[in-house]
């Protein structure tokens, strides 16, 4: 069963960084393609970036030139690296397979303030 454990959120202001880290387990990590997801209160889960396992990248606009998706197969990890923030850019943010699957961590939650 594939379990998906998030870290590195935090109270942070507006213009700071910082970066997120998702493990993997019990699944062939190095095949899938990885995504971070994020929900703000009120709001439905949104995607904000991919990772292929051949490391190509794609992003949401509203993140794109600000938050960088990285993967390190041998450390079944995913990073988000999340500068310049936004109070906008607030919620509990996810990582998961792309398409995502049925499973999900607990996330972690980012807050920004202005």
């Known amino acids: 069963q594939v379990q998906l454990v998030e870290s590195g959120g935090g109270l942070v202001q507006a213009g700071g960084s910082l970066r997120l880290s998702c493990a993997i387990s019990g699944s062939i990590f190095g095949t899938k393609i990885m995504a971070w997801y994020r929900q703000a209160p009120g709001e439905q889960r949104e995607l904000v970036a991919v990772v292929t396992s051949g490391s190509s990248t794609t992003y949401a606009d509203s993140v794109k030139g600000r938050f960088t998706i990285s993967r390190d197969n041998a450390k079944n990890t995913v990073y988000l690296q999340m500068n310049s923030l936004k109070p906008e850019d607030t919620a509990v943010y996810y990582c998961?397979?792309?398409?995502?699957?049925?499973?999900w961590g607990q996330g972690t939650q980012v807050t920004v303030s202005s």
């Open positions: 998961n397979q792309w398409p995502a699957g049925r499973t």
